[in-house]
């Protein structure tokens, strides 16, 4: 079948809507409308599209202001990829993947990352896990009681504070992040608005100590529970308090300093897109240097022998063709040991080389689009 795969204007991104509401039928009403007003406006969608003008298939970007390591960067977040269930299989997201990856790369941005709904899907695309996120479930009765946090809904009047809280907190305890900016906020009231859940504050003294998500899709669940150090305590029975209800409660995305994690289920995969640009995100806890063999079968360009050094300031990668590589990676791999991941047969040689390298983990990244 005959289709083009290009980049749509910023006007032409609401064609795309038909096509998401007939493959990601599970999603509410409430939130396509959301989704289609308050994110597609800032994003970019590629399409293969036919000859009557219609998207066959699709692949959007949410862009996210970010900490990657040592430096702040925007990362695209893959969302909505999806083909009408009549063109499957005809090599139409392969296309729209590498479009975009290309793209990405062209423009100089880092990396790409994503939450599979399966990540067979993906692997080929030479991503890798970097985010598994802590779950756990409690019942609301076993902390009625105890002493507690002030527990209220956050408004619009609390969004500087928080962002100025969640912010301070994230850069103390993790290396990747999407930055939780005022705007960030805004949008993300109107998205629990649509979940029927909200954004809830912990205070003690008129200070934020805390906050999280809640949603009621399939029963209660609390998203990305964040909390002041030295607070841990008193959360449990705060939500309890503030849940009012008897049952099971899901918790998706916490520190472990707040309770055992039952589950780290395997979350968000990332893949490096321009490894000369990624490559300044790294640090050294003291002056590193190697050479090293990189494959990329996606983005042929990348593919080279490279000259890795760096300091507490950052690294840099320079080519280096002709040189003798100490050992060779996929991106798949370089990726993972990136993220302080340890691939599966990965040389001691690369560990090796790692070891001094301040890696962009740990990754702490509950975003949904």
Not at 73 to 91: L, M, N
Not at 122 to 137: A, C, H, K
Not at 215 to 224: D, I, L, N, T, Y
Not at 254 to 260: A, K, P, R, T, V
Request: hydrophobic share 35%; with cysteine; proline share 4%.
């Amino acid at each position: 079948m005959e289709y083009e795969v290009r980049l749509l204007d910023a006007a032409e991104n609401e064609k795309t809507k038909s096509l998401y509401q007939r493959v990601f039928q599970e999603d509410s009403t409430e939130f396509v409308e959301y989704y289609y007003r308050y994110k597609v406006r800032e994003n970019r969608i590629y399409v293969a599209e036919g000859k009557d003008g219609e998207a066959l298939s699709m692949l959007h970007l949410n862009p996210y202001l970010m900490r990657l390591g040592t430096r702040d960067v925007f990362g695209e977040y893959i969302v909505a990829v999806a083909t009408d269930e009549k063109y499957r299989r005809q090599g139409m997201m392969r296309r729209l993947m590498e479009t975009a990856l290309e793209d990405m790369r062209r423009i100089g941005e880092p990396f790409a990352f994503l939450m599979p709904a399966d990540e067979k899907l993906y692997r080929p695309f030479d991503f890798v896990f970097i985010y598994r996120q802590n779950r756990g479930e409690i019942y609301v009765k076993d902390f009625l009681g105890q002493p507690f946090l002030e527990c209220r809904k956050a408004g619009k009047q609390d969004i500087p504070s928080l962002a100025e809280f969640s912010n301070a907190y994230l850069k103390r305890n993790y290396r990747t992040f999407a930055f939780h900016t005022e705007e960030y906020f805004e949008t993300l009231l109107e998205e629990q608005k649509c979940q029927g859940g909200d954004v809830a504050l912990l205070c003690s003294r008129g200070r934020i100590r805390g906050y999280f998500f809640t949603a009621f899709e399939e029963g209660a669940e609390v998203r990305e529970l964040v909390v002041e150090e030295g607070c841990e305590t008193f959360v449990l029975p705060a939500l309890a308090h503030y849940l009012k209800e008897g049952g099971q409660v899901s918790f998706h995305g916490f520190s472990e300093d707040l309770m055992e994690a039952q589950e780290r289920k395997p979350m968000i995969m990332g893949r490096i897109v321009n490894p000369e640009r990624f490559a300044t995100c790294l640090a050294c806890d003291k002056p590193a240097e190697f050479v090293f063999g990189l494959t990329d079968d996606l983005l042929p360009q990348n593919t080279g022998i490279y000259r890795f050094y760096g300091d507490r300031t950052g690294g840099n990668l320079e080519k280096c063709n002709g040189k003798a590589p100490e050992f060779t990676l996929s991106i798949g791999e370089f990726t993972a040991l990136s993220f302080g991941e340890r691939p599966p047969g990965i040389s001691e040689e690369a560990v090796g080389a790692w070891e001094n390298i301040r890696t962009c983990g740990p990754v702490f990244i509950n975003e949904v689009v």
